[in-house]
């Protein structure tokens, strides 16, 4: 069983930089494909990034391209994800997620993973 613990969230000023950290733990198989999503207030869950662990190949959403970084250390089973220029509309709960499979032809959907870390609160002041 795969178990996901995230770090790093916390309130930055606009144009500020963070970096989020996630732990994985169990079956590497379970975890072949790792992404990061978030959810603001009042907003539905959206992806923001993903790496196939397999390839290597990487997707991020066209609102943070250019600003957020996905990347991971086997080494140390860690995912992060660094955000720099953070903007006011950044500001949600972020959520790192696990898949054995990664669905590299379309964008990242929740119900494409199983499991969810608990969550990292980032809010982005103006």
């Known amino acids: 069983q795969v178990q996901l613990v995230e770090s790093g969230g916390g309130s930055v000023q606009a144009g500020g930089s963070l970096r989020l950290s996630c732990v994985a733990s169990?079956?590497?198989?379970?975890?072949?494909?790792m992404g990061w999503f978030r959810q603001g207030p009042g907003k539905e869950r959206e992806g923001v990034a993903r790496?196939?662990?397999?390839?290597?190949?990487?997707w991020h959403a066209d609102s943070v391209k250019g600003r957020f970084t996905i990347s991971q250390d086997n080494a140390k089973s860690t995912l992060y994800l660094h955000m720099n220029a953070l903007k006011p509309e950044d500001t949600a709960i972020y959520y790192c997620?696990?898949?054995?499979?990664?669905?590299?032809?379309?964008?990242?959907?929740?119900?494409?993973?199983?499991?969810w870390g608990q969550g990292t609160q980032v809010t982005v002041s103006s």
């Open positions: 997620a696990a898949s054995p499979f990664c669905y590299n032809y379309r964008p990242p959907h929740p119900t494409d993973f199983g499991t």
């Open positions: 790496i196939d662990a397999g390839g290597g190949s990487t």
């Open positions: 169990g079956y590497a198989y379970s975890r072949n494909c």
